[in-house]
């Protein structure tokens, strides 16, 4: 953890202090070696909040592009008495999650359901395999761009699995893909610097906007965010809708669903199905 109680105040992790944990208020010390970032840790093991992850510099630094009174936020559900830390939590009551490590769905949909108004950010360096795929699908043509609007894009994507790491497709939040990682890898391009978020997905493909980082934070700090979300999502269905009834027009015993088309072929079955056929 990056602050810990000392008296009323949240000190950061300095050589031989002791405090205590904000979330389970048991005793916490501070680690300050050389190989991990400097953090606290509970003095005995605790079933303090599992879904806990050790920090990197990568946490810490998104961490950092907010007010340190909205990291390491103690949320308890007071029906349940479950308590889980947010990474952060603005005054608008929005939670940004920074996930590193693997995250099984059940997991994710938990976290998704605990902190309701939230937002991922994933570090999309995590497997080596991660930005190459990204970028071979970002690049062919199983992307296609809808509309352009003032500053960032809706791209839609036909194949979400082969640009994305699965467990991440179904997701009931938006999840932001930071491929920068430490700023260390290759960037020729300048593709690494922009943020990607997967919407919800209803319907047969994805959408994704690009995002700058600048504004990702701006959005996020001053409460925008969760507004201009909600109205692409509107806008999604509407587009669904409008989409469905063209169908319904020119196929009229067609089913209420929409059948989807890529290059004039009906999408019909799983994504890899297809693409195989394709
Ligand atoms: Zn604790």
Redesign the pocket.
């Known amino acids: 953890m990056h602050f810990a109680l000392l008296g009323n105040n949240r000190i950061e992790a300095q050589p031989k202090l002791n405090g205590l ?6 005793p ?1 010390i501070a680690k300050c070696g050389t190989r991990k970032i400097w953090h606290w840790a ?1 003095k005995s093991k ?1 079933d ?2 599992n879904w806990w992850e050790p920090e990197t510099e990568w946490h810490r630094t998104w961490k950092n592009n907010y007010s340190a009174d909205w990291q390491e936020i103690s949320l308890l559900n007071k029906r349940t008495g479950e308590k889980h830390i947010a990474d952060v939590r603005t005054v608008h009551n929005l939670v940004i999650e920074f996930q590193h490590s693997h995250i099984n769905p059940q997991e994710r949909t938990s976290r998704e359901q605990f902190y309701k108004n939230m937002v991922w950010v994933v570090d999309g360096t995590r497997l080596k395999r991660d930005y190459p795929r990204f970028l071979k699908e970002w690049k062919s043509d199983g992307i296609s761009e809808v509309h352009q609007t003032d500053k960032s894009g809706i791209f839609k994507v036909w194949f979400p699995e082969f640009c994305f790491p699965e467990h991440w497709l179904k997701s009931s939040v938006p999840v932001i893909f930071d491929f920068r990682g430490d700023g260390s890898m290759d960037d020729s391009e300048g593709l690494r610097n922009t943020l990607y978020c997967l919407f919800p997905q209803f319907g047969r493909h994805a959408r994704v906007a690009k995002i700058s980082r600048k504004a990702f934070i701006k959005a996020t700090t001053n409460g925008e965010w969760t507004l201009r979300v909600l109205d692409f999502i509107n806008e999604f269905r509407i587009q669904d809708e409008i989409e469905l009834r063209k169908q319904q027009q020119t196929m009229p015993h067609s089913s209420n669903k929409i059948i989807y088309t890529w290059r004039g072929i009906p999408l019909i079955g799983g994504y890899k199905k297809n693409r195989k056929r394709l």
């Open positions: 944990c904000s979330c389970c208020s048991k916490v509970h605790t303090c909040d």
